[in-house]
Structure formats: structure tokens, C-alpha cells
T-cell receptor
Framework: DVKVTQSSRYLVKRTGEKVFLECVQD?????MFWYRQDPGLGLRLIYF???????EKGDIPEGYSVSREKKERFSLILESASTNQTSMYLC?????????????FGPGTRLTVT | AQSVAQPEDQVNVAEGNPLTVKCTYS??????LFWYVQYPNRGLQFLLK??????LVKGSYGFEAEFNKSQTSFHLKKPSALVSDSALYFC????????????FGRGTSLIVHP
């Protein structure tokens, strides 16, 4: 079974702190994604990576950056956390070849910025 | 461009009754369609997908979905609902060629009453 893990289930940070969210997948997937999930807004794509060191902006990249130095690891960085970044953050991975492949999601990180 | 609509924020059904969660889509080209389920405080889990072939797709936990090209719909169904089916359900679409990035609906909360 594919396993996607996220470094924290719950995280509380202060405004202005730099925040790192880590995601690791164990199935050699090329594609990795970061989403945020807010009530009534569904899933919104923050960043996408289709290969090591490659990244594309999603729908809401402002205030975030990402890093993919190894194929299995995709990090989301909040350079200076703000209260409006309080949310559930979901990481996902999928195969790249054969565009039909479904995504596998991690358990999520619920981030609270105070 | 691609989009997904889940017209109902919430669906209520009695245990043992059939359930339907609706999804309509819009894409330029052939669609690949997916359903995911999210239990409280968890990540999304893949349920089923339509790629090509038989319009009726069977998935996990007794769920199925019917692809209707003329109505651009992909409704999720189950003949007999269980209380444990209560969760948030997401429909997603991507085109068969081009972007690897799916578009998600806003989600439908399914509540199954005992």
C-alpha cells in the first residue's frame, strides 16, 4: 500500500514564525501536491511538483514556498506565518506516467497560527 | 479549463436506504473522474475512478458511480447506506491529456441516520 506521511498532525505557531511542513511518500511517485482545506472552500492547490527540484504554483501560492530535494520528500514552507494561514494542510502523491492515476493523501496537518 | 460541481453541501439519508451524491463536471476533452472520501480529521481516501470503458464503475466499501457523458455527470451511489458511511465526499476531474493536476469539487457531507 502507498503510504504518505506528514510530519505533524497538529501544530501551533505564532504569527511571524517560519513554519516547515514535511511530507514523505514511499511509493516512488513522481508527482507531489500540497493543498489547504478550509470549510466551504474544498481543497485548494498551493504547489505541485512533478520531479525533484521542479515545482509549479497552484491556485493560492502567496505566502508559501516549497522544496523538493529528494523524490520522496516534499516540504511546504510558510516564510512568515499569519493567522489567515490557519488551516488543514494535506499532502498528496501520484504517479506521473499515465494520467489516470489517483492521488494518495497523507493524514493532514492542522495548523493554528496565533 | 476544467471544473467540478457538487451541488449539495449536505445529503441526509436513513440507514438501509439507497444514497446518491451528485457530481457534474466540465472539461475540454475526455475526462478522468474520481471520488474520494474523507473521514473526520483524516486525509482523503480514494474510492473509485472512471477512465474509459464501462460507464458503471465499482469501488471500495460497496460504492459505485455512473459516468454519463451526455449529462456530464458522475454520481456516487450505494444501494444501502450505513451509519459508518457518514463522511465528506469529494469528486475530482482531470483531462485525459495535458495537466496532471485534478480539480476538486467543494465536497458533500453525507450524514446517514440510524
Amino acid at each position: 500500500d502507498v503510504k504518505v506521511t506528514q510530519s505533524s498532525r497538529y501544530l501551533v505557531k505564532r504569527t511571524g514564525e517560519k513554519v516547515f511542513l514535511e511530507c514523505v511518500q514511499d511509493m516512488d511517485h513522481e508527482n507531489m501536491f500540497w493543498y489547504r482545506q478550509d470549510p466551504g472552500l474544498g481543497l485548494r492547490l498551493i504547489y505541485f511538483s512533478y520531479d525533484v527540484k521542479m515545482k509549479e504554483k497552484g491556485d493560492i501560492p502567496e505566502g508559501y514556498s516549497v522544496s523538493r530535494e529528494k523524490k520522496e520528500r516534499f516540504s511546504l514552507i510558510l516564510e512568515s506565518a499569519s493567522t489567515n494561514q490557519t488551516s488543514m494542510y494535506l499532502c498528496a502523491s501520484s504517479l506521473r506516467t499515465g494520467p489516470s492515476y489517483e492521488q494518495y493523501f497523507g493524514p493532514g496537518t492542522r495548523l493554528t497560527v496565533t | 479549463a476544467q471544473s467540478v460541481a457538487q451541488p449539495e453541501d449536505q445529503v441526509n439519508v436513513a440507514e438501509g436506504n439507497p444514497l446518491t451524491v451528485k457530481c457534474t463536471y466540465s472539461v475540454s476533452g475526455n475526462p478522468y473522474l474520481f471520488w474520494y472520501v474523507q473521514y473526520p480529521n483524516r486525509g482523503l481516501q480514494f474510492l473509485l475512478k472512471y477512465i474509459t470503458g464501462d460507464n458503471l464503475v465499482k469501488g471500495s466499501y460497496g460504492f459505485e458511480a455512473e459516468f454519463n457523458k451526455s449529462q456530464t455527470s458522475f454520481h456516487l451511489k450505494k444501494p444501502s447506506a450505513l451509519v459508518s458511511d457518514s463522511a465528506l465526499y469529494f469528486c475530482a476531474v482531470r483531462v485525459s491529456r495535458g495537466s496532471y493536476i485534478p480539480t476538486f469539487g467543494r465536497g458533500t457531507s453525507l450524514i446517514v441516520h440510524p
